[in-house]
């Protein structure tokens, strides 16, 4: 945003630059070419008081006097000098034709009828337009010759052109100060809006205690002021409703609990009638995947608290331990599981968040996978974080369904088992961490659930270290 800003403001200065100077300039051309005019004429006059002497004489002819001044005019300014005399022969001349009849040029026979005039006109010697003054020579009213100055249009040229360049550095140094002031003035507001967009990425990432700075006045602060309301306004929605679903949680299991006593009680003093028996093993089911339920919401309320507080967990270690815990049902089922990691790979988790993580992967993948099957466990450092992953070798789940997994309530199947909390649980305790969590198809087959977690800086003290790596 800050350089969109700043190339806002420079376009406008150039395009206010643009408008102003491209007449200016062309005005100031004008009036340059005028100017050097008019001073081509006063030059031609003084010559022609120089030359009034030599042109007096009854048989005019070149002066060596008349000579070197030409020749010194033309050597400092660069111009072509011709005096002539009443017939329009040249006495003196920088080009050394004297001689030579020029009463075929316009402007020296306007000067010999005694009329000064300075112009512009083509001219085929020298195959460009000539900028020419010419000047009488007078005694009285009465006209000895001419003296005419000349320069290609060219020249001319190139004399405006350094004149109004001034112009153009001018309007650069203009341009330069607004593009510096448009830095100045452009990181003055987008950091203070900068400041207002992390506050909202704190509170997108968790943090709902992050407000944004309300100093500097004007309609960023009002901004602000409205931004921080309604932060405030979100944090306590947000925190009532945690606080809805933990306690909803807590005071339901009581009672669950309760109903489930009593229903065991009624079985026991129930007859064998099997259709009796049978309504009561099914309302206790149904108590159980309650009881699942109620506990599931109850973790991930606890899981959705941001203030948890993070320590130094050994990722290895956790998965070494939880793969031994859940060998012996893997070994029921005839399910292979192995474990890669390293001797140790510490990153910063929630407390126990690492554990669930891994039995939560665990116990999806011994569900998927057939008598036989393989479950892979890996652990990996990468750049910055530890990357845990539990391959399988059961059918998968579509690429959809991959998505929608971490969602609460989702199901992968509608038989009725599981609550559709256990991955909803893992993504938020992975995120309490910093970490994250996602679901791919796997190199096995089947599916690859992953959890990356933030790795602890250098130098911080980690978890007690386990065991190395090792397969079960």
């Known amino acids: 945003m800050r350089w969109r800003l700043v190339a806002v403001l420079v376009g406008f200065t150039a395009l206010v630059l643009l408008i102003q100077n491209v007449p200016l300039a062309s005005y100031l051309r004008s009036v340059e070419r005028e100017s050097i005019k008019t001073s081509l004429q006063r030059d031609a006059f003084i010559l022609a008081g120089w030359a009034i002497e030599p042109l007096s004489a009854p048989a005019p002819k070149p002066d060596p006097a008349l000579t070197l001044r030409v020749d010194t005019y033309a050597k400092r300014t660069g111009g072509r000098v011709v005096v002539t005399d009443k017939q329009g022969v040249a006495i003196a001349s920088s080009e050394g034709r004297t001689g030579e009849n020029y009463l075929n040029r316009v402007e020296i026979k306007d000067a010999l009828t005694g009329d000064a005039s300075a112009g512009e006109r083509p001219s085929e010697s020298l195959g460009e337009p000539l900028v020419y003054a010419a000047v009488p020579v007078r005694v009285g009213k009465d006209v000895l010759g001419s003296v005419r100055i000349t320069y290609p249009s060219s020249e001319i040229d190139a004399a405006v052109s350094t004149r109004v360049r001034g112009l153009t550095i001018a309007a650069l140094i203009t341009l330069l100060t607004a593009a510096l002031i448009a830095v100045l003035v452009a990181s003055t507001v987008t950091r203070r809006i900068r400041r207002l967009r992390d506050a909202a990425e704190q509170i997108a990432e968790g943090d709902l205690d992050a407000r944004a700075d309300v100093s500097g006045g004007g309609e960023i602060e009002e901004l602000a002021e409205a931004f921080n309301t309604m932060a405030d306004r979100v944090q306590g929605v947000v925190e009532s409703q945690r606080g809805f679903a933990g306690d909803a949680s807590h005071q339901l299991r009581t009672p669950l609990t309760a109903l489930r006593l009593r229903l065991d009680r009624a079985a026991e003093l129930m007859d064998d009638e099997e259709p009796a028996v049978e309504q009561v093993d099914a309302a206790r089911d149904e108590i159980d995947r309650l009881q699942r339920l109620v506990d599931g919401l109850l973790v991930l309320a606890r899981a959705d608290n941001r203030e948890q507080q993070t320590a130094p967990v050994d990722i290895a270690r956790v998965a070494a331990d939880r793969v031994e815990a859940w060998q012996p049902l893997a070994d029921e089922r005839s399910v292979t599981i192995t474990l890669d990691a390293p001797g140790m790979a510490v990153a910063h988790a929630v407390a126990s968040a690492a554990e669930q993580i891994v039995d939560n992967y665990l116990d999806n993948a011994l569900e998927a996978v057939p008598e036989g099957g393989l479950i892979v466990v890996a652990v990996r ?64 087959g089947g599916v690859r659930s992953m959890a990356r977690f933030r790795r602890t800086p250098p130098g911080t003290p980690s978890a007690p270290t386990g065991r190395g790596a090792h397969a079960s």
Do not use: K
């Open 381 to 444: 450092g990468d750049q910055g974080s530890v990357v845990l992953t539990v391959d399988d070798s059961g059918p998968g789940l579509p690429a959809e369904d991959r998505e929608r997994a971490f969602d609460r309530f989702w199901r992968g199947s509608q038989d009725g088992s599981g609550s559709g909390l256990g991955l909803a649980v893992v993504a938020s305790l992975a995120r309490a961490g910093g970490g994250s969590v996602a679901l791919e198809e796997s190199p096995l």
